[in-house]
């Protein structure tokens, strides 16, 4: 069977790029390995800015609880040594909380609706392109054939290995890939109001086990989710279930969690935690979200740039299938976009990331004394802004304040 081009992954990545290409005429074939609706290891925050997809922000405004748990307007980040705490609560909101099953599968479903094929518990084996072709190849060893292939099948993607083979890229390092473990725990609406407010409190506790990352509370409706992370090397020397239970006992004392909870279904995935990689595209292929190395390397958010990054490559894509030019050169352009949109800003986060674990202390104490870095410190990590154009200012500040808070040692 034929198609113009075919999604391998039912990610929020993949699904937009099939729900926009299919809204547009394109014959699309959309490819997951589980079956729908499937959990998906994550802290399920959504990123404010996500509501600049009018389809999203519709849902969002009219139709909440179809996938919105609840919205977070209040964040702690709290130092290694508990010590110190930026609290920051916010007007508007700083993160909605999200369910991963329930909102992937509204994606699918999106993407269903405008004409996509889905076909849902298959695993893509391999895939190869020719001058003339791209070829998609089962495990069950069915076959298709298409123009063009989107790559959105997260860290380990198979089309984003023949890509790396095929332009003679470096394979995926262990350092440079993140590695995090999330459980949620249902503890029922009134705990949550009593310990994290309607604000819907979230809890960052940086360098958690010592690791580069850190662990997190993210309350939704009547369910804490609850988790760590950090790189994959540094996971694989821990006792990551010992490290998981400290720190629900650490949460147990301060009274974030019911004495009660134990873990039972503690799951991981790894993220691209560090650097995208160097070429998302070549002749016939395009790499969208995880599978392109979109992610945070501040704090592992992943969503919104899986999901713009959908958007940018159907626009690239539809151009091409106008053309009908499916060569490297002509989907060059879908590199060009997403780095002018925020492919600067994840190198400068990755900056601050260095420097945040280097000195988690001293950045927390300044966030929570100085009003100014306490905005900057939150806005980092809910990806709310152009880091890179004013990575300058934020350094400024951060010298500022070790003069009058360390060196004069004023409050
Ligand atoms: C524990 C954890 C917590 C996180 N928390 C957050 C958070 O709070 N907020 C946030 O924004 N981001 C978070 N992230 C990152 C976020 O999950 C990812 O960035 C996001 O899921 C990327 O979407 P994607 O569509 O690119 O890939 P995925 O969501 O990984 O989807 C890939 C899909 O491809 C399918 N697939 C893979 N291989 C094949 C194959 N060979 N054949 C067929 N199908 C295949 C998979 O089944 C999957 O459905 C977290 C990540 C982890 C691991």
């Known amino acids: 069977m034929n198609y113009d081009v075919i999604v391998v992954g039912a990610g929020p990545s993949g699904s937009t790029v099939a729900k926009f290409l299919s809204e547009k ?61 930026t609290d920051y609560l916010s007007e508007t909101p700083l993160f909605y909380n999200i369910r991963r099953k329930k909102f992937d599968h509204m994606l699918v479903q999106f993407a269903i609706d405008a004409g996509a094929e889905f076909l849902e518990s298959c695993k893509v084996k391999e895939v190869f392109t020719t001058q003339e072709k791209a070829v998609v190849e089962l495990a069950n060893n069915k076959e298709f054939i298409c123009k063009v292939i989107v790559g959105a099948g997260g860290t380990y993607d198979v089309v984003a290995n023949y890509l790396r083979k095929k ?44 690791l580069n990352g850190y662990a997190w509370v993210f309350s939704k409706h009547d369910v804490l989710n609850i988790g760590f992370g950090g790189f994959n090397d540094e996971m694989k020397k821990i006792d990551i279930k010992k490290e998981f239970k400290n ?8 009274g974030y969690l019911p004495k009660w909870v134990k873990s039972k279904k503690l799951i991981g ?63 060059k352009t879908y590199q060009h976009i997403w780095m002018k949109r925020w492919g600067k800003d994840l190198e400068s986060l990755r900056f601050f990331h260095r420097l945040l674990m280097r000195y988690p202390e001293k950045f927390v104490k300044y966030g929570s004394k100085d009003e100014k870095l306490k905005k900057i410190f939150i806005d980092l990590f809910i990806g ?28």
């Open 384 to 411: 709310n802004m152009n880091t890179s154009r004013i990575k300058c200012k934020i350094v400024s500040r951060i010298i500022m304040d070790f003069f009058i808070y360390d060196v004069f040692r004023r409050g």
């Open 247 to 254: 720190y629900l006992d650490f949460l147990k004392m301060r």
């Open 269 to 331: 995935a790894p993220l691209p935690f560090i650097g995208n990689i160097k070429k998302t595209y070549t002749d016939r292929i395009i790499l969208v979200g995880d599978a392109a190395g979109f992610v945070s390397p501040l704090t592992g958010e992943g969503i919104h740039y899986a999901i713009d990054s959908g958007k940018i490559a159907s626009e690239v894509i539809s151009k091409a299938l106008e053309k009908e030019d499916f060569s490297a050169q002509s989907l």
């Open 25 to 85: 005429g394109v014959k699309v074939l959309l490819i997951d390995k589980d079956k729908f609706p499937r959990d998906k290891p994550c802290g399920g925050g959504l990123c404010e800015h996500i509501t600049e997809f009018d389809y999203i922000r519709g849902k969002i405004e009219k139709n909440p609880s179809d996938f919105l748990e609840s919205i977070c307007i209040r964040s702690k980040i709290v130092s290694p040594s508990a010590k110190h705490t």
């Open 167 to 210: 332009e003679g890229l470096k394979k995926k390092q262990g350092k440079y890939i993140g590695m995090a473990v999330v459980e949620e725990f249902k503890v029922g609406e009134e705990f949550i109001d009593g310990a994290y407010g309607k604000e819907r409190t979230s809890m960052i506790n940086l360098k958690h086990a010592n």
